[in-house]
């Protein structure tokens, strides 16, 4: 005897008859048979759990297909691009630094053809892959040599790793620092094989306590630039000049971790002064560390310069090969630091500085005309206005400098909740919009919305339900 719940159970298609329909034909055209039957295959159980539950007309295998398909679809590719409307323009979370024309065009040049990466073109012999930003980061920087990897964290570790495995680090106790993404000080020393020798206090370190430390033992002298927090009140550091200068007595390197560095002076372009590599260089460290993604504006790199001795030996460990940089990198690398060759036009050319030095009345201009359009398409159950907002650099470096700027202000007429389903559904949209919640209010921050991106941002706006919004907004 057939209950009807058996039944409908026994009217589900089978896999090989939902791949036999036409919607299955596009599917596995489109995801490949290993996903596209996957997906019919989780289809047709969660058909089966519904049917079990309570006894209806078991779907058709065209509309299992379709059911595949939405899961098929739904699967978004994690590194979907996004607004960055936080108001920190180097967002860690985000991706940092958005990478200038010239150095995509570079990017997809060296994806395209093969590329003379480790080949000397004048004799035909194999040549060195860092061969090609040596001289441009020599120009940039006044250094001697210098070496690309990963990342600045690797950048540190190599450092370490070459000069003071099985020895002794002299570091102060106010620049132990931890970076977003578990980058601590110390244990990056410990896996690096060193030895911490922690000398000063938090608030105060003086040149007798760098002295006393410095023995046979010790491989190198840190400094690291604070760059995500300040000690302020009674302090006291020794500056890179004067410790250069005390390890140099000590016979032992001094690297200068500078975190984001710049190869610029920012205050021409109207922001805090931050320490240049080249200043860093100058005032006789032996070794400068620094980031490509931070204050650069360039892709995920790491950057050691300093004395050519000192750099080939870093060439020669091990782990430079492990952690060195792939082609596309190093061509939008190249193509980064030509445009500092013409700091004139820097600003405009690099996004990440564009955007920095972007006026507050520029930005508030843009949001005045975006405004009306943004409250037609956010609906009555939110009132939208321009106001004040202030920018962060993001990334750890200027962490007390904001900048002043304009956002859109989205605040329910109804509950709270209604904010933070508005910011979820803007999320939830194909391009994702990313802002940031405080004090009641949704704010869109405008800083980083370029002026050739605002068609873009209407057009992703468009497809927020609004009704839908609103019907659940008491
Ligand atoms: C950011 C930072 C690092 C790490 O640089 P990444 O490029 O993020 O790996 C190291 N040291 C300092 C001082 C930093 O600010």
Avoid: W
């Avoid at 994806?111 to 061969?131: F, I, N, Q, S, W």
Wanted: glycine letters at 8%; one cysteine or more; a neutral charge.
């Amino acid at each position: 005897m057939a209950e009807p719940e058996a039944m409908s159970l026994r009217q589900l298609p089978a896999v090989a008859t939902v791949l036999a329909t036409a919607e299955a034909t596009l599917l596995l055209e489109r995801h490949g048979r290993v996903a596209t039957t996957d997906a019919i295959r989780q289809a047709i159980d969660e058909a089966r759990e519904v049917l079990r539950a309570a006894p209806a007309t078991a779907p058709s295998a065209t509309e299992l297909a379709q059911l595949a398909r939405e899961r098929l679809e739904a699967r978004t590719p994690g590194l979907r691009p996004v607004f960055n409307l936080t108001g920190t323009v180097l967002h860690t979370n985000l991706g940092r630094a958005v990478l200038a024309e010239a150095a995509i065009d570079a990017a997809v040049e060296a994806m395209r053809h093969p590329v003379a990466l480790e080949y000397d073109l004048d004799d035909g012999a194999r040549g060195e892959r860092d061969d090609h930003l040596r001289s441009l980061l020599r120009e940039l920087t006044g250094a001697e040599d210098a070496t690309v990897v990963n990342n600045n964290a690797a950048a540190v570790l190599l450092c370490l790793n070459t000069f003071a495995l099985g020895r002794e680090v002299v570091v102060s106790r106010g620049e132990l620092i931890e970076i977003g993404g578990a980058f601590r000080m110390p244990d990056i020393m410990a896996r690096a094989g060193a030895r911490m020798v922690e000398v000063g206090t938090t608030n105060r370190t003086h040149p007798a306590d760098y002295r006393n430390a410095l023995n046979e033992y010790s491989g190198l002298v840190l400094k690291v630039h604070t760059s995500n927090y300040r000690i302020q009140g009674f302090t006291a550091e020794v500056g890179a000049r004067e410790l250069a200068a005390i390890a140099d007595a000590a016979g032992v390197p001094l690297l200068n971790d500078l975190g984001s560095g710049s190869l610029v002076d920012l205050s021409r372009y109207g922001l805090a002064k931050e320490p240049t590599v080249r200043q860093a260089v100058g005032e006789g460290a032996r070794l400068v560390t620094f980031s490509g993604d931070k204050l650069l504006g360039g892709p995920q790199a790491g950057f050691i310069v300093g004395d050519s001795t000192l750099i080939e030996q870093i060439n020669r460990n091990p782990l430079k090969r492990a952690l060195r940089v792939d082609k596309l990198r190093l061509a939008a690398i190249e193509a980064t630091l030509k445009l500092y060759r013409d700091p004139d036009r820097l600003a405009e050319r690099l996004p990440t500085l564009r955007f920095l030095a972007r006026g507050k009345a520029d930005i508030e201009a843009q949001a005045r005309r975006l405004q009306p359009a943004v409250a037609e398409r956010i609906g009555d159950a939110f009132v939208v206005e321009v106001g004040d907002c202030l920018s962060q650099v993001g990334s750890g470096a200027l962490p007390l400098d904001t900048l002043g700027s304009a956002a859109l202000i989205i605040r329910p007429r109804g509950s709270q909740s209604g904010l933070e389903r508005l910011a979820a559904a803007l999320r939830a949209l194909a391009r994702p919009i990313i802002g940031r919640i405080a004090d009641g209010a949704l704010r869109l921050d405008l800083r980083c919305l370029a002026e050739a991106d605002e068609t873009l941002f209407l057009a992703a706006l468009a497809q927020l339900d609004a009704t839908g919004l609103a019907a659940r907004t008491p």
